[in-house]
């Protein structure tokens, strides 16, 4: 015995200064934190506490000032990166608001000044990449640089002067040709009453660009009052306010013809252009530049999933920046749902169990193997012939408890508004009999029993996920057969039904899913159980309990969000009612579509990680050296011109 003490002596001792070290350990943790939180340092508050909470887990206390004192950090980093935006640290403060959303992920402010620190910065590098181009001659690609800057930071004034230079500066371009003029200095006309044929005429002196008309044109008067105009506006206004309008032939020469439906059709160039798409169906497209381009010849082909449109080059160019501001990928999400089945049994046998109940006595004669008496034998039987049957006496003192855990941790990605099914158990089969003419057919189903959880998410563009959750916990229960013979098991089903909305990496726990059964049998010996107090000792007690709770916890994590055009795209002119085109009304017509343009951004990361910097496509602006966890902007090198 004393041995025995002696071996034992050692681990516990050895526990008991584990133990003491662990207390001791988390106190000091949190008088550290609580001195750190007075000084208002509560990001070191923050590690203090939760170093102690690590050692002691279970401690409420710990517990709420560890989760304040994340909070309160978390909001000392989002004051700073806000103060840093302010003063153009763009990098400092990214990493402030990083910090913060790693604190606290819910901290929509931190996404935000994450995002806008980042653009921001994006755009100052795009506009100094723009100046360095423009030194090179590269108006084209300095003009989509600007256009990139000015896309991230609309308050960026410095970027929109240098593109109004450049528009003024640009040679003036109608029907794909870059016109040959005279003069790129503005022209101011006051004409009353005359001819148009002589209005254009004068034109044509000041411009050198040689009119052809039409043998439609009528020789009518106009009147004109215009200062400072450059060619192209003088031209849109001419045609338009004598339902004229024109085609240039090439870079001196334009032709002049009255605009009526005959006349069109007559000098109109019509283009066959052919659309490859990524994400929308050409099918369902077809009905939308129908419906906003009036296309009539148009297309499909679904293997390839092309649409093929044949219509004027206005029409051409409006199709497909329509198109590209919808072929967009969709939205994708990962859902991580843990599901939890917690089993509570506790069961009691108490008291005295008699096996078997009953006490029997029995006559046996050793001649017979029957097991039958004849008159002779119950004649001459004895005491010594007599077996009796006594029941034994079984002690019952057995206590249980049980506390299963069931965890299951299914991950499955899904598409925006696309449902996504998860069952975990069994397909149990249920067998039914018909019986036609005499003859019995079984008929078998299968009945999905266990865990089944439907979900169908909706991203949202602010990274929210709406999510319609349906879960189900089926179990097997008796196995009952019915008149006509089948047998059938009795399903028991717990149903929980939502709709919730949850930020990206933000966790919903749903439970209260209980089912609880308690059972209680009770065996006395006649009499004596019956006798009160005493009677317990002749009576044997079965109680039984069985609890189940069912917890499911679901986080989605945003894999890809909605890409978002620029506003080229989200918003472009669109002509007349009987005449397309994408060039604003009296707008400025020096102007040319860039042939540099901007790609997609990169979807692989959050947009406030520096991930893969953006480029301008056709090799204009390839990415930034300078990597990853410095959050630089994308580099932009000096191409050739497109």
Same mark, same amino acid.
């Given at each position: 015995?004393?041995?025995?003490?002696?071996?034992?002596?050692?681990?516990?001792?050895?526990?008991?200064?584990?133990?003491?070290?662990?207390?001791?350990?988390?106190?000091?943790?949190?008088?550290?934190?609580?001195?750190?939180?007075?000084?208002?340092?509560?990001?070191?508050?923050?590690?203090?506490?939760?170093?102690?909470?690590?050692?002691?887990?279970?401690?409420?206390?710990?517990?709420?000032?560890?989760?304040?004192?994340?909070?309160?950090?978390?909001?000392?980093?989002?004051?700073?990166?806000?103060?840093?935006?302010?003063?153009?640290?763009?990098?400092?403060?990214?990493?402030?608001?990083?910090?913060?959303?790693?604190?606290?992920?819910?901290?929509?402010?931190?996404?935000?000044?994450?995002?806008?620190?980042?653009?921001?910065?994006?755009?100052?590098?795009?506009?100094?990449?723009?100046?360095?181009?423009?030194?090179?001659?590269?108006?084209?690609?300095?003009?989509?640089?600007?256009?990139?800057?000015?896309?991230?930071?609309?308050?960026?004034?410095?970027?929109?002067?240098?593109?109004?230079?450049?528009?003024?500066?640009?040679?003036?371009?109608?029907?794909?040709?870059?016109?040959?003029?005279?003069?790129?200095?503005?022209?101011?006309?006051?004409?009353?009453?005359?001819?148009?044929?002589?209005?254009?005429?004068?034109?044509?002196?000041?411009?050198?660009?040689?009119?052809?008309?039409?043998?439609?044109?009528?020789?009518?008067?106009?009147?004109?009052?215009?200062?400072?105009?450059?060619?192209?506006?003088?031209?849109?206004?001419?045609?338009?306010?004598?339902?004229?309008?024109?085609?240039?032939?090439?870079?001196?020469?334009?032709?002049?013809?009255?605009?009526?439906?005959?006349?069109?059709?007559?000098?109109?160039?019509?283009?066959?252009?052919?659309?490859?798409?990524?994400?929308?169906?050409?099918?369902?497209?077809?009905?939308?530049?129908?419906?906003?381009?009036?296309?009539?010849?148009?297309?499909?082909?679904?293997?390839?999933?092309?649409?093929?449109?044949?219509?004027?080059?206005?029409?051409?160019?409006?199709?497909?920046?329509?198109?590209?501001?919808?072929?967009?990928?969709?939205?994708?999400?990962?859902?991580?749902?843990?599901?939890?089945?917690?089993?509570?049994?506790?069961?009691?046998?108490?008291?005295?169990?008699?096996?078997?109940?009953?006490?029997?006595?029995?006559?046996?004669?050793?001649?017979?193997?029957?097991?039958?008496?004849?008159?002779?034998?119950?004649?001459?039987?004895?005491?010594?012939?007599?077996?009796?049957?006594?029941?034994?006496?079984?002690?019952?003192?057995?206590?249980?408890?049980?506390?299963?855990?069931?965890?299951?941790?299914?991950?499955?990605?899904?598409?925006?508004?696309?449902?996504?099914?998860?069952?975990?158990?069994?397909?149990?089969?249920?067998?039914?009999?018909?019986?036609?003419?005499?003859?019995?057919?079984?008929?078998?189903?299968?009945?999905?029993?266990?865990?089944?959880?439907?979900?169908?998410?909706?991203?949202?563009?602010?990274?929210?996920?709406?999510?319609?959750?349906?879960?189900?916990?089926?179990?097997?229960?008796?196995?009952?057969?019915?008149?006509?013979?089948?047998?059938?098991?009795?399903?028991?089903?717990?149903?929980?039904?939502?709709?919730?909305?949850?930020?990206?990496?933000?966790?919903?726990?749903?439970? &209260? +899913?209980?089912? *609880?059964?308690?059972?209680?049998? @009770?065996?006395?010996?006649?009499?004596?159980? !019956? %006798? #009160?107090? =005493?009677?317990?000792?002749?009576?044997?007690?079965?109680?039984? &309990? +069985?609890?189940? *709770?069912?917890?499911?916890?679901? @986080?989605?994590?945003?894999?890809?969000?909605? !890409? %978002? #055009?620029? =506003?080229?795209?989200?918003?472009?002119?669109?002509?007349?009612?009987?005449?397309?085109?994408?060039?604003?009304?009296?707008?400025?017509?020096?102007?040319?579509?860039?042939?540099?343009?901007?790609?997609?951004?990169?979807?692989?990361?959050?947009?406030?990680?520096?991930?893969?910097?953006?480029?301008?496509?056709?090799?204009?602006?390839?990415?930034?050296?300078?990597?990853?966890?410095?959050?630089?902007?994308?580099?932009?090198?000096?191409?050739?011109?497109?």
């Amino acid at each position: 015995m004393f041995r025995l003490y002696e071996d034992c002596k050692k681990p516990l001792l050895v526990l008991l200064i584990l133990f003491s070290f662990l207390g001791c350990s988390s106190v000091a943790h949190m008088r550290d934190g609580d001195s750190y939180a007075m000084q208002g340092n509560w990001h070191q508050a923050y590690d203090s506490y939760s170093k102690g909470l690590e050692a002691s887990p279970d401690n409420i206390e710990l517990r709420i000032k560890t989760e304040r004192s994340r909070m309160e950090a978390a909001a000392i980093h989002l004051k700073k990166g806000e103060e840093l935006l302010d003063k153009n640290d763009y990098g400092r403060a990214i990493l402030q608001a990083q910090v913060a959303l790693s604190l606290n992920p819910s901290l929509k402010r931190a996404h935000f000044l994450s995002v806008e620190a980042k653009k921001r910065k994006d755009a100052d590098y795009y506009y100094q990449a723009a100046l360095d181009l423009l030194t090179s001659h590269k108006k084209d690609e300095a003009k989509a640089a600007l256009k990139k800057a000015i896309s991230l930071n609309p308050s960026l004034e410095q970027a929109k002067a240098e593109l109004n230079k450049l528009r003024e500066s640009k040679k003036t371009t109608m029907g794909g040709y870059e016109l040959n003029l005279k003069s790129s200095r503005p022209i101011t006309l006051k004409f009353k009453n005359t001819s148009i044929i002589d209005i254009f005429d004068i034109i044509s002196k000041l411009s050198g660009i040689n009119f052809i008309f039409d043998d439609g044109v009528k020789k009518s008067k106009a009147s004109i009052y215009l200062e400072n105009a450059t060619f192209g506006q003088v031209m849109e206004l001419l045609l338009t306010t004598n339902k004229l309008f024109k085609k240039v032939v090439n870079e001196n020469t334009i032709i002049i013809i009255p605009d009526t439906k005959t006349k069109r059709k007559q000098y109109q160039d019509l283009l066959i252009q052919t659309f490859y798409l990524s994400n929308l169906e050409a099918k369902k497209s077809v009905n939308l530049l129908r419906t906003l381009l009036q296309v009539k010849s148009i297309y499909v082909n679904e293997k390839l999933n092309t649409l093929v449109i044949r219509d004027t080059p206005e029409v051409i160019e409006l199709a497909e920046k329509i198109l590209k501001a919808n072929d967009l990928a969709d939205s994708e999400v990962m859902l991580d749902v843990e599901i939890l089945e917690v089993a509570r049994n506790n069961s009691t046998n108490l008291g005295l169990d008699l096996n078997p109940d009953s006490i029997e006595a029995e006559l046996v004669d050793p001649s017979r193997t029957d097991g039958k008496l004849t008159y002779s034998t119950l004649k001459r039987f004895s005491k010594s012939d007599m077996l009796f049957s006594i029941p034994d006496i079984v002690i019952n003192l057995q206590k249980r408890y049980g506390d299963v855990n069931l965890l299951a941790n299914p991950k499955i990605r899904v598409l925006n508004k696309k449902k996504a099914k998860i069952h975990i158990g069994d397909r149990v089969p249920i067998v039914t009999v018909t019986t036609n003419n005499g003859v019995s057919t079984d008929n078998v189903q299968y009945v999905d029993v266990g865990v089944k959880l439907n979900v169908e998410p909706e991203i949202h563009l602010d990274n929210d996920v709406s999510l319609k959750v349906k879960l189900e916990i089926s179990s097997l229960g008796a196995l009952t057969t019915t008149p006509s013979g089948s047998q059938v098991y009795q399903i028991g089903t717990r149903n929980a039904e939502t709709e919730l909305r949850l930020h990206d990496g933000e966790t919903q726990v749903i439970g &209260g +899913l209980i089912n *609880d059964e308690e059972r209680n049998s @009770t065996v006395k010996v006649p009499f004596f159980g !019956e %006798i #009160p107090i =005493l009677g317990r000792l002749f009576s044997s007690v079965d109680s039984s &309990g +069985l609890k189940t *709770d069912i917890l499911l916890s679901i @986080t989605p994590h945003i894999i890809r969000n909605r !890409e %978002i #055009p620029e =506003l080229e795209l989200l918003r472009i002119w669109s002509g007349k009612q009987q005449e397309f085109s994408s060039k604003a009304p009296f707008g400025n017509f020096n102007e040319k579509s860039s042939a540099v343009t901007l790609p997609e951004p990169a979807t692989d990361s959050p947009a406030f990680f520096p991930g893969t910097p953006p480029n301008i496509r056709n090799g204009t602006i390839p990415q930034h050296p300078g990597g990853v966890n410095d959050g630089s902007p994308p580099m932009l090198n000096s191409g050739g011109n497109t």
